[in-house]
């Protein structure tokens, strides 16, 4: 325990300029040293005793001023609008991209145009778009550690997060539709060229987003139970968004007659994303970060700031078993048009009815798994879902092969299957990273919430990269017939069961007890 000759030492400077100035690193060194944990909760102490022995009154913050403002429902939810807006914008990205780049025959067959070169043009291995998404998922990956330490040591009067979400909001939703807009109406290299210079800006505009966007979670929740409460909700806007995305076939149908299929497809993504932009725009306007947030700015480099986060060990686990998830689950994503209209036969529309029928469905378990997680803990839920998914991923290989059940109950029995692991996955592993950033910060005395969340990110998309490449080039495998999409299906969920294998080394305890002051 530091000693009152200490506690002296310490407060001097403060006495002497009256007012709390950041204690320095060797005394917040000290503190770490002396069981106070991370330089947030040293500051406190400081603040505390400080006045103590200057004979003022406590319990004010360290600021003077009064505590920092618990986020009400309203405003949880006003957050969450921004979740909405970016996830329409990614669902759109993700579920319609190489639908639209790389057509099957009905697709052709209805007006759609051929833009960019087909087949395994790339060293006789890869796809034009494989290798367009799977390098802009790599670029994307490398510049989150970059968005995050530069969001963590931000100095901004607005805050450290919020400054990010206002800049990046147009050039999200604009890159998304131009995307799209090829500008040559026919097979050519030029529209290859232009696609690759959007997808980049894409992807640099929604790490721009969502890397400062996720780091609020941590830091606008005060306790786990809050952070668990930010996550089921912003989970909720996410599904949400990524379901609206799903409708576009339903919109674009009704406009084809009038616009034809290509302009009909653009003016859907256009209409979609300027009603992303303006959900975007709901946090920057209602949430003032200052009156929720208390940290500091992080003083780190961005490799330094990287390189001390990956050496969690507990992070390195979640996050590995994190990327085949993410593998898997974006060759389930990208395939399920195709899995809808080539191996079920049935029509695009088809698509937007499994996917908001399991969007809707997973929304019934979102109470549940917020009740019962507390119960039964993080880690069995996600391991729970790992295997329920494993099986609707090896399933969705035998579809249209199945003779016994028509082919609309095949797609509804896939909808039922994975609607409670899709709620599971939607909801906690945010706050499996937030449970992480606060134990590091409380052993480590560093504030690295964005670093946390640009860390996971980072990884993901190399395994997001990896999944485009294999599934675009698989897909062409017994072309007309389905096979590569059979193919697809069940190395899904191989890498979803091997997510689920790594998982099982997490020590979830471990975090536990080091945030509840425990270890």
């Given at each position: 325990m530091i000693s009152p000759g200490e506690w002296k030492k310490f407060c001097e400077p403060w006495k002497a300029d009256n007012h709390l100035c950041e204690v320095s690193i060797p005394n917040r060194e000290i503190a770490a040293g002396r069981g106070y944990g991370s330089h947030q909760t040293w500051n406190r102490l400081f603040w505390k005793k400080c006045k103590n022995l200057d004979g003022i009154k406590t319990g004010e913050d360290k600021t003077g001023g009064s505590k920092m403002k618990k986020l009400t429902t309203v405003k949880i939810w006003q957050f969450a609008a921004g979740q909405f807006g970016w996830a329409l914008l990614s669902g759109i990205i993700s579920n319609w991209l190489v639908y639209f780049y790389q057509p099957d025959e009905t697709a052709i067959s209805q007006g759609q145009t051929v833009f960019i070169p087909q087949g395994l043009v790339i060293f006789g291995v890869f796809t034009i778009i494989g290798g367009i998404t799977a390098f802009g998922r790599i670029f994307d990956a490398f510049t989150d550690p970059m968005i995050a330490s530069w969001s963590d040591r931000c100095t901004s009067k607005n805050g450290?997060?919020?400054?990010?979400?206002?800049?990046?909001?147009?050039?999200?939703?604009?890159?998304?539709?131009?995307?799209?807009?090829?500008?040559?109406?026919?097979?050519?290299?030029?529209?290859?060229?232009f696609l690759f210079g959007m997808i980049l800006a894409y992807y640099l505009s929604i790490t721009a987003y969502c890397t400062p966007y996720n780091a609020l979670i941590p830091e606008l929740g005060h306790t786990q139970q809050e952070r668990l409460n930010i996550s089921t909700i912003i989970s909720f806007t996410?599904?949400?968004?990524?379901?609206?995305?799903?409708?576009?076939?339903?919109?674009?149908?009704?406009?084809?007659?009038?616009?034809?299929?290509?302009?009909?497809?653009?003016?859907t993504f256009t209409a979609m994303a300027a009603a992303a932009f303006v959900c975007m725009l709901v946090p920057v306007f209602c949430i003032r970060e200052k009156d929720y947030v208390d940290t500091v700015p992080s003083k780190d480099s961005a490799?330094?700031?990287?390189?001390?986060?990956?050496?969690?060990?507990?992070?390195?686990?979640f996050v590995g078993s994190d990327i085949f998830y993410w593998i898997a689950l974006t060759m389930f994503q990208t395939g399920l048009p195709f899995f809808v209209t080539s191996l079920?036969?049935?029509?695009?529309?088809?698509?937007?009815?499994?996917?908001?029928?399991?969007?809707?469905?997973?929304?019934?378990?979102?109470?549940?798994?917020?009740?019962?997680?507390?119960?039964?803990?993080?880690?069995?839920?996600i391991l729970f879902a790992f295997a329920v998914f494993s099986l609707a991923y090896f399933y969705t290989g035998f579809m249209g092969n199945i003779p016994f059940i028509p082919e609309t109950v095949q797609g509804l029995i896939l909808t039922v299957v994975a609607a409670l692991p899709m709620a599971i996955f939607g909801i906690l592993p945010q706050a499996v990273v937030a449970d992480i950033a606060q134990s590091d910060a409380v052993t480590s005395g560093s504030s690295r919430e964005g670093m946390f969340y640009a860390?996971?990110?980072?990884?993901?998309?190399?395994?997001?990269?990896?999944?485009?490449?294999?599934?675009?080039?698989?897909?062409?495998?017994?072309?007309?017939?389905?096979?590569?999409?059979?193919?697809?299906?069940?190395?899904?969920?191989?890498?979803c069961g091997a997510g689920g294998l790594i998982l099982m080394f997490y020590d979830e305890k471990k975090i536990n007890c080091v945030i509840n002051g425990k270890a």
């Open positions: 450290r997060r919020i400054p990010f979400l206002k800049g990046a909001s147009l050039p999200l939703a604009l890159s998304t539709v131009l995307v799209f807009w090829s500008p040559v109406n026919e097979n050519s290299w030029i529209n290859a060229a996410f599904i949400a968004g990524t379901a609206v995305a799903y409708l576009a076939p339903a919109i674009w149908g009704t406009l084809i007659p009038s616009f034809g299929r290509v302009n009909a497809i653009r003016i490799f330094r700031s990287l390189t001390a986060t990956f050496r969690n060990g507990e992070f390195r686990k079920l036969k049935l029509p695009e529309t088809m698509t937007t009815l499994y996917f908001v029928g399991m969007t809707a469905l997973s929304l019934v378990f979102y109470v549940p798994v917020n009740k019962l997680t507390p119960k039964l803990g993080k880690k069995k839920m860390a996971r990110t980072f990884a993901f998309k190399l395994g997001q990269s990896l999944s485009m490449l294999i599934f675009t080039a698989v897909s062409t495998i017994g072309a007309g017939t389905g096979t590569g999409y059979r193919i697809a299906a069940f190395g899904a969920a191989v890498f």
